[in-house]
């Protein structure tokens, strides 16, 4: 199984403001190949950065930096920022008791 952890960030337009991260939320796949075809299915073609962390035996990618533009016209006036969504994957194994 591949558990897929989402970090969803937000910020204004105003080149001053920083991301803030207001949900997170995990989802699991059978595999990467189904963990990729919903990130295709709900990302479209936003943008797609590599993210990356520091590890004692150097940098290594562990996922994708998605960002775009959103909004909610739920209500008047609109409201738009701008999102990150920081994605990464991690090995899903089973515990086993005795």
């Known amino acids: 199984m591949i558990k897929m952890q989402i970090t969803i960030t937000s910020k204004s337009y105003s080149p001053k403001d920083q991301y803030r991260i207001f949900h997170k939320e995990e989802r699991s796949f059978p595999d990467m190949k189904a963990a990729k075809n919903w990130i295709k299915e709900n990302y479209g073609k936003s943008k797609r ?16 930096v998605i960002g775009f533009r959103n909004d909610d016209i739920s209500h008047f ?11 990464s994957f991690f090995d899903e194994k089973p515990i086993y008791l005795n």
Not at 50 to 56: A, E, H
Request: proline share 7%.
């Open 77 to 87: 006036p609109v409201e738009k920022w701008l999102q990150q969504d920081w994605i």
């Open 49 to 64: 950065s590599p993210m990356f962390i520091d590890t004692k035996d150097g940098v290594k990618k562990v996922g994708y």
